[in-house]
């Protein structure tokens, strides 16, 4: 079960709060950004990132001289939401539309990823979440490029996750009106790949499909 704090604890549409920590982790590998949260002199900021997760940890990386990044790595507080849209929900009255979506919201503290070895796995494990065997294919990063990447990591004990899936909820004065009702499903299509220029004719076509299921569109 998801954490139950007074951080995490959903107010507004408190039917569609979902407990369970896998329904967390698939949002946070689907998603793959997060927008993150920090308070400056000048007043709070949120900033997209990419974010991708190991285990019961999600991950930023960045250059080392990122103001966010070097906001974080002071332990200062955060939160972290990451949200996938999922469509419109068209009602027969104005007040009734609303949305389908999966959501989740994040708190705590980054650490810094100090181990050379260990930063390396985290970033190698995004480049494989992403597309899967292509560290056998690619130069590695070296040592003066690590040094100039900081790498975050940040637990996931303290989180929420919300799905707004129902059907359309008209009010029942409003059933007779003859007004068309239902979904406008939206869906992130991947692929099919696209070669950069000047690239060999001799190199084959990877296969990265295995990563996106029924997203994968060749």
């Not at 390396?120 to 690619?138: K, M, S, W, Y």
């Not at 059907?167 to 950069?196: H, M, N, Q, S």
Request: hydrophobic share 45%; proline share 5%; aromatic share 8%.
């Amino acid at each position: 079960m998801l954490s139950q704090t007074k951080r995490t604890q959903v107010r507004k549409g408190a039917h569609k709060a979902v407990q369970e920590p896998q329904v967390l982790f698939d949002i946070i590998d689907e998603c793959l950004v997060a927008h993150v949260a920090i308070q400056e002199a000048q007043g709070p900021v949120v900033i997209p990132m990419l974010a991708w997760r190991v285990g019961d940890f999600v991950y930023i990386h960045g250059a080392n001289n990122s103001r966010l990044l070097r906001t974080l790595r002071q332990a200062a507080q955060t939160c972290l939401t990451f949200t996938l849209f999922d469509g419109w929900v068209l009602a027969r009255s104005a007040f009734n539309h609303s949305a389908h979506y999966r959501s989740a919201v994040v708190f705590g503290q980054f650490e810094v990823i100090e181990d050379k070895a260990e930063k390396d796995r985290v970033l190698n494990h995004f480049v494989e979440q992403i597309a899967p065997g292509r560290t056998q294919a690619i130069r590695l990063s070296n040592p003066k490029e690590l040094a100039a990447t900081t790498v975050l990591r940040m637990p996931l004990n303290e989180a929420s996750v919300k799905i707004s899936n129902k059907d359309v909820g008209d009010d029942l004065a409003d059933l007779e009106l003859p007004v068309w009702a239902g979904f406008i499903p939206y869906r992130t299509v991947v692929g099919p790949l696209k070669a950069t220029a000047g690239l060999h004719a001799s190199i084959p076509t990877p296969d990265y499909s295995a990563a996106y299921g029924a997203r994968w569109e060749n």
